[in-house]
């Protein structure tokens, strides 16, 4: 993929996708708030996606995110639940829902996200997206534990 000026894009860091998922996840915070609960929504499942991408590229050479283009297909896409397993997740997702039933009803919210939700216009509770991403019970919270 090149950026408008034709170059390559810029390599992102697990640092940066860490970043990236705190920074979106206070903004789905203050959307919510404000009343705007698509934005709310969208910006909370984003949160969750760079945060998993975080724990991918914990997985990879200094902590890089993949620029390979044939294992990077994989690991550019925005389904949760595909990179919840590539993150090699879902083991630890299925055993601590069990033991943390918040998390789990957390995670059934956050996996509703994809990244068409930016056009939607009816239907989406922000509110239920932060409190599902940020909650002490949140994904994200649950995540920051592994990336």
Sequence with gaps: MATATGSAPNRKTRRDFQRLAELRAREAAILAKAGNQHGAWYLGGFAIECALKACIARQTRRHDFPADAGYARSVYTHDLKELLKLARLNDQL??????????????????????????????????????????????????????
């Design 94 to 147: 299925d055993k601590d829902m069990r033991a943390r039933p918040q998390l789990a009803t957390n995670w059934g919210v956050a996996k509703g996200w994809t990244v068409d939700s930016r056009y939607e216009t009816a239907g989406l509770n922000g509110k239920d997206m932060v409190a599902a991403v940020n909650s002490s019970d949140g994904v994200l919270e649950w995540i920051k534990l592994y990336w």
